[in-house]
Nanobody, 115 residues
Framework: QVQLVESGGGLVQPGGSLRLSCAASGIRFDIYAMSWYRQGLGKQRELVATISKGGSTNYADSVRGRFAISRDNAKNTVYLQMNSLKPEDTAVYYC?????????WGQGTQVTVSS
């Protein structure tokens, strides 16, 4: 059974940090490109960060320099370290795994940045 399970979301004050995790099962994790997306209330889902199977990373302009994506192929897990969080980072964060034509999504984890 192919599954992505996110964890690590929660409520944090502006300027704080969170680390999201996404554990994969049922796929050969090391060949998949892994990404984090987010969707704020009433907004479209947007790409936050991507890490290739080789470890190359890309970030949305809005998070570059504050967020860091990484992967541990031994643990079949991808991470998103989020620092200097802002209220506008509030969203449901989704993990995505892609290896054409396979496209797998997690169920999402809520991140709320508020004082």
């Amino acid at each position: 059974q192919v599954q992505l399970v996110e964890s690590g979301g929660g409520l944090v004050q502006p300027g704080g940090s969170l680390r999201l995790s996404c554990a994969a099962s049922g796929i050969r994790f090391d060949i998949y490109a892994m990404s984090w997306y987010r969707q704020g209330l009433g907004k479209q889902r947007e790409l936050v960060a991507t890490i290739s199977k080789g470890g190359s990373t890309n970030y949305a302009d809005s998070v570059r320099g504050r967020f860091a994506i990484s992967r541990d192929n031994a643990k079949n897990t991808v991470y998103l370290q989020m620092n200097s969080l802002k209220p506008e980072d509030t969203a449901v964060y989704y993990c995505n795994a892609q290896y054409w034509p396979s496209d797998v999504w997690g169920q999402g984890t809520q991140v709320t940045v508020s004082s």
